[in-house]
RNA sequence: GCCGACGUAGCUCAGCUGGAAGAGCAGGCGACUUGUAAUCGUCAGGUCGUGGGUUCGAGUCCCACCGUCGGCUCCA
């Protein structure tokens, strides 16, 4: 009997009924193997799924992100399907695919644990499931089979459990082939069977392009107070090529690490007798830094703030007040004792800008007063986390607590949403994502304020037209927030700024001013970090620009190679013509060869490395050596060239925000 | 903190199943006087992360701690 479906991209055809869509999928796909799953009528599924009369079909391709997420899927399986072989008894919980690859979560008989070497037989048995040529074969079961089923797999009972006693997050568990209905399982036709929405490929012969990349603890449902499980990682392609160009990738932003990169270019270092997680910075990063925070503060002074300083510890009343010690002591560095008074190292700047706030009675007229300071604090990360100077325990925060009538809430928040955008254009980073982060399960205050709050953050991104994502329970202790996360250069996510609204802290320490009506009216405080932490923002900005950061903050923006010693003195005139613009300039002696040299400061990052011999010296010229270029240009006069230095090694303007607003 | 891996000269790394600590680069000194990504020679550099243990003998095996890396959890 022939029906007549409709195929995206080929057409209608009348097919015999007995033709499966695997087997169109090769003759009208865009070659064998290629097709992996289809949408029927709009709906993702199994290429085995019949057809009926009228179907519209779509083929989902292997090279496209659904077609990918699908072979990871499969991949997974197949992972699993090789552990089981290799440690029988073995209990696997989740496998699904994510960004870029796959994982799967295990517990091994008798406590057993992965080891690296592992990986390798591991990958050995799935090659061997993939030569099987195993099919993928989808069965819908009750709830009560499915339990009989996966009697021996506790994870699996608990997820099937949990939906239908509906105590469970339901989401999670569909993508895990449970439903209200019942639940779903693949079975291989070696006899594994898994819990699975699908879909699948048709056959493991269409996966191979894959390699495990490591192996980790991972808890069972992301929770601390669960069994840790063994974790596999993946990826998967759809092309040895594909697969290829993938590895290729991670070794490439391997080298723009910022920890390697650091060590490279002799920025900052972390010496292990001071402890984990406190960096020092070398003469080079700390200039950067210098440079950072210059451009910073002259940004703030002119943006209407006023410097604030304050130190580095306080007794710890304070913190009682401020609610840190209740909610946050977890994140602080143990007391001291110091005549017969407990210390802490402060965790946020906040309390100590009160303080200043409190020194003496305000008035509506001094608001919006807005304290700034890059903020020196000190966090007990716990040791996992650490991770260069992305993450430390002693980090420089470039800090402000705006104080502001109810009334000027929201054009202050907006302001700031302009201006955090605009500070971090001017760093070259333009790339961004707002998050609201909601009221989390610790909070202090009432949920009227929150409410107040986190309504105007939204407000203002909706005003400025900034894109943002809602995430729930996220926000701090004190205050809901906007996060900003921006996305490098090779497509890492940092978070960076953060933007909150606060009533409680003022409330705590009972702040306040006074009104044009004389009454005394409570403040909102709102606390920011554009830069987030200065090191994190170091770190970010090396891995954006591979370490080749833009001129204006490059540690050394020109180096002077003479030829040879005859032209020395020409060298240090024109270095000294350089400097005379401003520009970071020093003079390479000619002790070496030119090649050397010129490898030297190419290998720096330098960003104009000028040669200059006895045919520059009479002419008045320089050879000049761009970055990023590996043609030098010979005979430039300097006249030219350090008006084109001049504009390099300017300070960028902030764009799209005003000053006078 | 948890799971796994790792720690040898300033850096990058060799060092087999336990049997006299090595190389390249960087650094010092000397020579070379250089037109576009490594000039040559020479010297110096390490209680093999730290502390215990096993052994006739430990860089190598075991334990603990410190630190780093990949994840989990947490976060600027």
Redesign the pocket.
């Known amino acids: 009997m022939d029906l007549n479906v409709f195929i995206k991209d080929v057409g209608e055809l009348s097919v015999d009924s007995g033709h499966s869509a695997a087997e169109l999928a090769k003759r009208y796909g865009k070659g064998p193997k290629v097709v992996v799953a289809m949408k029927k009528n709009g709906e993702l599924v199994d290429l085995s799924t019949p057809l009926d009369a009228g179907d519209e079909i779509e083929w989902v391709h292997a090279d496209t992100d659904t077609g990918r997420s699908i072979l990871r899927h499969s991949t997974a399986h197949v992972l699993a399907q090789a552990v089981t072989r290799l440690w029988p008894g073995a209990h696997y919980a989740i496998g699904p695919a994510i960004d870029e690859g796959f ?1 799967y979560d295990f517990e091994l008989p008798g406590s057993a ?5 592992d990986l390798e037989e591991i990958e050995t048995e799935m090659r061997k499931v993939i030569a099987e040529g195993q099919s993928f074969e989808r069965k819908a079961y009750s709830f009560e089979d499915g339990l009989e089923i996966f009697s021996d797999q506790p994870f699996k009972v608990e997820i099937i459990k949990g939906v239908a006693s509906q105590s469970e997050d339901s989401s999670t568990a569909s993508e895990e082939g449970v439903s209200q209905a019942g639940i779903t399982v693949y079975a291989n036709s070696s006899g594994f069977v898994d819990l699975c929405r699908g879909p699948h490929v048709p056959s493991t012969s269409y996966l191979g392009h894959f390699k495990l ?7 069972w449902r ?3 107070k669960r069994p ?1 499980l ?2 596999i ?1 993946g990826t998967a392609w759809e092309s040895k090529a594909a697969l290829e160009g993938y590895l290729k990738m991670l070794e490439e932003a391997a080298k723009r ?1 910022h ?2 990169l650091g ?2 270019l002799d920025l900052f ?2 010496p ?1 007798e001071i ?3 406190l960096p020092v910075f070398h003469p080079k990063g700390a200039l950067l830094r210098y440079l950072m925070e210059e451009f910073s503060r002259k940004a703030h002074l002119r943006a209407g703030y006023e410097f604030a300083w304050t130190p580095h510890l306080a007794k710890e009343n304070l913190f009682n007040i401020s609610g840190h010690l209740q909610w946050y002591k ?2 602080m560095f143990p007391p001291m004792e110091l005549e017969g008074s407990t210390y802490y190292m402060k965790p946020m700047n906040c309390p100590m800008h009160i303080l200043i706030y409190q020194s003496r009675a305000r008035s509506y007229r001094e608001l919006p007063l807005r304290l700034f300071e890059f903020g020196t604090v000190y ?1 007990y ?13 002693g ?1 420089t ?1 470039d800090d402000s607590h705006i104080f502001c009538a109810k009334d000027q809430l929201a054009t202050e928040v907006e302001r700031l949403i302009r201006f955090v955008l605009a500070l971090l254009g001017a760093f070259g980073l333009t790339n961004f994502e707002a998050e609201v ?1 909601t009221r ?1 399960e610790k909070y202090i205050g009432s949920d009227e304020d929150w409410e107040v709050a986190t309504a105007s953050l939204i407000e203002a991104l909706d005003n400025i037209g900034v894109a943002y994502k809602i995430a729930p329970g ?1 926000g ?1 202790f004190y205050a809901p ?1 906007i ?1 900003v996360h921006l996305t490098d250069a090779i497509g890492r996510r ?5 933007l909150q609204v606060d009533l409680q802290e003022p409330q705590r320490f009972d702040l306040g001013y006074t009104s044009q009506d004389n009454t005394s009216e409570t403040p909102y405080m709102l606390h920011r ?1 554009l ?3 200065v ?3 170091m770190a970010i900005l090396i891995e954006h620009y591979a370490g080749a950061l833009p001129a204006w903050l490059s540690p050394t923006q020109v180096v002077v ?1 003479p ?5 020395m003195s020409y060298a240090k005139a024109v270095s000294k013509a350089a400097k005379g613009i401003g520009a970071r300039s020093h003079v390479d002696e ?11 400061a ?2 720096d990052k330098v960003p104009f ?9 009479k002419a008045g ?5 761009r ?1 990023g270029s ?6 430039v006069a300097l006249a030219a060239f350090l008006e084109e230095l001049s504009s390099e090694v300017k300070e960028p303007e902030l764009v799209g925000f005003s000053y006078d607003d």
Do not use: C
């Not at 990349?213 to 808890?219: D, E, F, H, K, V």
């Not at 490395?609 to 010296?617: A, L, S």
């Open positions: 994982y644990h992965f080891e690296e070497k990349t490591r192996i980790s603890g991972a808890y992301g929770d601390e840790q063994q974790r990682y690490d920890r390697k060590l490279e270092h972390f292990p402890g984990s997680g977890d994140g966090r990360e716990r040791s996992g986390t650490l991770h260069g100077l992305a993450r430390v325990r980090l925060q982060a989390p996220e701090a927030k996060d940092w978070q960076v700024s953060t970090a830069f987030g932490s090191e994190r923002f190679l030829v040879s010693e005859g032209s000619a002790r070496e060869p030119l090649g050397a040299r010129i490898r030297r190419k290998m490395v000028i040669v200059v011999g006895e045919e520059d010296e010229t320089v050879g000049v050596n970055r590996s043609a030098p240009e010979r005979g």
